[in-house]
């Protein structure tokens, strides 16, 4: 199997010379054809441009062209001073907002690794104090962590609840479920959860935590979550690469609005 840091050497089929069609939007296609097939699989790196221009026997201008046009179309990925690569697979099922994300993001059956960046005690700031029910200044147990499917970063998470719920939560294993963690360990079961949802773009500290560009557009999640008793026991914001996730939202007459995110449709147009 070819490494997907190798890039691919897929023959490629001549350009038409007598066509109308520009020579930028032939190159597209042959490439999209590629990448539709899987003869050029989802995390494959492609070939530097003067290679494609090369073996097409045209300048860079149109092969520069065609490969940012099928980055913005999102079917393939730049990263600076490591190339081009074909865009990994949207995540194919559903991610319910008010239960595991660990356990979640796994039924996906995509590879998972949850990375913690702190784990720390601070004092409540008047936001989290009026959010959460505790006086301002009182401990909060903040937790930092960055999620991975398939070796990528895509979502980065970060928790308070308050410290005196939940005494020695930092020496636990945080790299798994914190839902599970916090239902065996202290009784503790979310039930429900109020959810803001909006656009906002990468500060520099996200951009380099989720690998994007500052200034990226990222899906916001924030949430107060209550447990069984309905106490706010959870204030959390949910960043999420915005071109692997969309979300639905289904409403009930008796029971309200829910939201999740879920996949977005793959750039072949069929669903996952």
Do not use: C, W
């Not at 784990?119 to 700031?125: G, K, L, N, R």
């Not at 916090?182 to 979310?190: A, F, I, K, Q």
């Not at 071109?243 to 289904?250: K, L, T, V, W, Y």
């Amino acid at each position: 199997m070819r490494s997907p840091e190798a890039p691919s050497a897929e023959p490629l089929p001549g350009l038409d010379r007598a066509s109308a069609l520009p020579y930028h939007e032939q190159i597209y296609r042959l490439l999209l054809d590629l990448i539709v097939s899987g003869r050029l699989a989802p995390g494959e790196k492609l070939l530097q441009e003067k290679e494609y221009a090369s073996r097409l026997g045209v300048s860079l201008a149109p092969v520069r062209q065609a490969i940012l046009a099928l980055a913005k179309d999102g079917y393939v990925t730049r990263t600076r001073g490591r190339g081009t690569y074909v865009r990994e697979t949207k995540v194919g099922a559903e991610i319910q907002l008010l239960s595991s994300f660990t356990a979640t993001l796994s039924a996906t059956g995509l590879p998972v690794a949850m990375r913690v960046l702190s784990a720390e005690t601070v004092p409540a700031d008047e936001r989290l104090s009026a959010a959460l029910g505790v006086a301002e200044g009182a401990e909060l147990f903040r937790l930092r962590r960055v999620a991975y499917l398939s070796g990528e970063p895509v979502v980065l998470l970060s928790a308070s609840l308050p410290a005196a719920l939940f005494p020695g939560l930092a020496e636990a294993d945080l790299e798994g479920s914190l839902y599970g963690l916090l239902e065996r360990r202290y009784g503790t079961v979310m039930t429900s959860a109020r959810n803001v949802i909006e656009v906002v773009r990468a500060l520099p500290e996200h951009a380099g935590h989720l690998q994007v560009p500052v200034g990226e557009a990222l899906l916001r999640v924030e949430a107060v979550t209550l447990d069984q008793n309905g106490t706010p026991v959870e204030f959390s914001q949910v960043l999420y690469q915005a071109d692997r996730f969309r979300f639905e939202i289904e409403s009930h007459p008796r029971h309200g609005v829910g939201f999740r995110p879920a996949p977005t449709t793959p750039p072949d147009g069929t669903t996952p």
